[in-house]
């Protein structure tokens, strides 16, 4: 079972920030793209930001462009989302995705095979 391991969240103030982290495997797979995903209370899971396996392109959610960066490591698979300027609203679990198959970059979660756990980020206004 392939394990994507999640971590760094917690509670923050209304304009506060925070930086999750997120490592896969790094022997036996072959990564592509991966990404950052959120699900708040009573709300579907969306798209927060993405990057391709090389780290030359990414891609987020208007919600978001501005306050957050995701960056990686690609030797040691691991990949960061920094929150800045953090909102109430950005309250939700966050998860980490990553695709075993190439796909055009993109915040569809059909385009991931393997999902974190989840971790809470809240945001106290």
């Known amino acids: 079972e392939v394990q994507v391991v999640e971590s760094g969240g917690g509670l923050v103030q209304t304009g506060g920030s925070l930086r999750l982290s997120c490592s896969v495997p790094t022997s036996g797979y072959v990564w592509f793209n991966m990404a950052w995903f959120r699900q708040a209370p009573g709300k579907a899971r969306e798209g927060v930001a993405c990057i391709d396996h090389g780290g030359a392109y990414s891609h987020y959610a208007d919600s978001v462009k501005g306050r957050f960066s995701i960056t990686n490591e690609k030797n040691k698979n691991i990949i960061y989302l920094e929150m800045n300027d953090l909102k109430p609203e950005d309250t939700a679990t966050y998860y980490c995705?990553?695709?075993?198959?190439?796909?055009?970059?993109?915040?569809?979660?059909?385009?991931?095979?393997?999902w974190g756990q989840g971790i809470q980020v809240t945001v106290s206004s």
């Open positions: 995705a990553a695709g075993e198959q190439w796909r055009p970059l993109s915040l569809l979660l059909t385009d991931y095979t393997y």
